[in-house]
C-alpha cells in the first residue's frame, strides 16, 4: 500500500462545473495535509493546507479533512480551464523533519 | 521577494560523469528539502537540511548522491558516476523551519538527462 494515494485521472470537467479530488493516506499519525497544483513543465505551487478536521474554504477552493477515514479531498467550485493541471495531494507525516509524502497526482481537465 | 532559485535548469550528462545541482533558498529560510520527480516515481523525498545539518537523509536513493548545505543558504545536491536511472526532475524546497504549518515552497527544478 502506498502511503498516499490518489486516482491518476484524467478527471475531466465542463467549465463551471465542480471539480472533486481524492486523497488517502496511511500514516495516522499524519499532523498535515497540503494540496499542490502542479502545470505541465513547471514546479508545484500550494493550493491548500489544512490541519483539522472539517472544511476550509479559501475562494473557489474548499479542503476537506477527515482523519479517522484519513481521507482529504479538495473541491474545486466553478471550475476553468486555467484550473487544468495535475493536483498533488501531499502529507506530512509523524516524523518531526517536515517532510512531504506526495500521492501520484490527479490530472484535471477542465473543458469549455 | 525572490523565491528558491535552482541552477542549471536543464542539465545533460554522460553515463558515468558526476553532476552537482544548486539550490537558493528563500532568504531566512532554515529549512531545505530536496526531492525528486520522475515518470512513474511520482515525487520522492531525498533529504532535509535544518540550517547546515541534515537530520533526514533517508530518501537518498544509492552513496553515489550526496548534499550539502553552507551558510545556512545555499545547498548543492552531487550524483556520482551518474547512471540513467537517475533522469529525473530534481526539485528544492525551503520552508521557514519545519513545523507543521509551515509551508514549503518549490524552486524551478533541474532537468537532468542522463545519455
Known amino acids: 500500500q502506498k502511503e498516499v494515494e490518489q486516482n491518476s485521472g484524467p478527471l475531466s470537467v465542463p467549465e463551471g462545473a465542480i471539480a472533486s479530488l481524492n486523497c488517502t493516506y496511511s500514516?495516522?499519525?499524519?499532523?498535515?495535509f497540503f494540496w499542490y497544483r502542479q502545470y505541465s513543465g513547471k514546479s508545484p505551487e500550494l493550493i491548500m493546507s489544512?490541519?483539522?478536521?472539517g472544511d476550509k474554504e479559501d475562494g473557489r477552493f474548499t479542503a476537506q479533512l477527515n482523519k479517522a477515514s484519513q481521507y482529504v479531498s479538495l473541491l474545486i467550485r466553478d471550475s476553468q480551464p486555467s484550473d487544468s493541471a495535475t493536483y498533488l495531494c501531499a502529507v506530512r507525516g509523524s516524523s518531526n523533519t517536515g517532510k512531504l509524502i506526495f500521492g501520484q497526482g490527479t490530472t484535471l481537465q477542465v473543458k469549455p | 521577494g525572490a523565491g528558491v532559485s535552482q541552477s542549471p535548469s536543464n542539465k545533460v550528462t554522460e553515463k558515468g560523469k558526476d553532476v552537482e545541482l544548486r539550490c537558493d533558498p528563500i532568504s531566512g529560510h532554515t529549512a531545505l528539502y530536496w526531492y525528486r520527480q520522475s515518470l512513474g516515481q511520482g515525487l520522492e523525498f531525498l533529504i532535509y537540511?535544518?540550517?547546515?545539518?541534515?537530520?533526514?537523509k533517508s530518501g537518498l536513493p544509492s552513496d553515489r548522491f550526496s548534499a550539502e548545505r553552507t551558510g545556512g543558504s545555499v545547498s548543492t545536491l552531487t550524483i556520482q558516476r551518474t547512471q540513467q536511472e537517475d533522469s529525473a526532475v530534481y526539485l528544492c524546497?525551503?520552508?521557514?523551519?519545519?513545523?507543521?504549518?509551515?509551508?514549503?515552497?518549490f524552486g524551478p527544478g533541474t532537468r537532468l538527462t542522463v545519455l
Open positions: 489544512i490541519y483539522s478536521n
Open positions: 524546497a525551503s520552508s521557514w523551519s519545519s513545523g507543521a504549518a509551515d509551508t514549503q515552497y
Open positions: 537540511f535544518q540550517g547546515n545539518s541534515a537530520p533526514d
Open positions: 500514516d495516522r499519525g499524519s499532523q498535515s
